[in-house]
């Protein structure tokens, strides 16, 4: 997340505060975290909820282009160390499994 800027979600973009409504969920603002087991390690996944209902609500066919969706979304919003990106996508992918 870069100071100053917030993500919309529902976009798939970054929005300057002030200039667009949002909110990232950092000092306490509304924004929502669901803490997941990332490769064995407990994580705090900033707008989950939202990005996997965003996700959901593309009609994406193949199980790849979600993982690749959710993934990018939730870069959007949270920070995901380097090599860390396979674990982030198959945590995601079973949380969107899981969340009906």
Do not use: H
């Not at 593309?58 to 790849?64: D, L, N, T, V």
């Not at 870069?75 to 945590?91: S, T």
């Amino acid at each position: 997340m870069v100071r100053g800027r917030v993500t919309d979600i529902s976009s798939g973009t970054i929005v300057v505060p002030g200039k667009n409504s949002g909110d990232c969920g950092c000092c306490g603002g509304p924004g929502t975290v669901r803490v997941v087991d990332v490769g064995g390690q407990s994580v705090g996944i900033n707008k989950l909820d939202q990005i996997i209902r965003v996700v959901r609500g593309r009609g994406f066919e193949s199980e790849e282009d979600v993982k690749r969706e959710l993934l990018r979304l939730t870069r959007l919003a949270n920070y995901v160390p380097p090599g860390a990106a396979d674990a982030y996508r198959e945590a995601l992918w079973r949380e969107y499994k899981e969340t009906t």
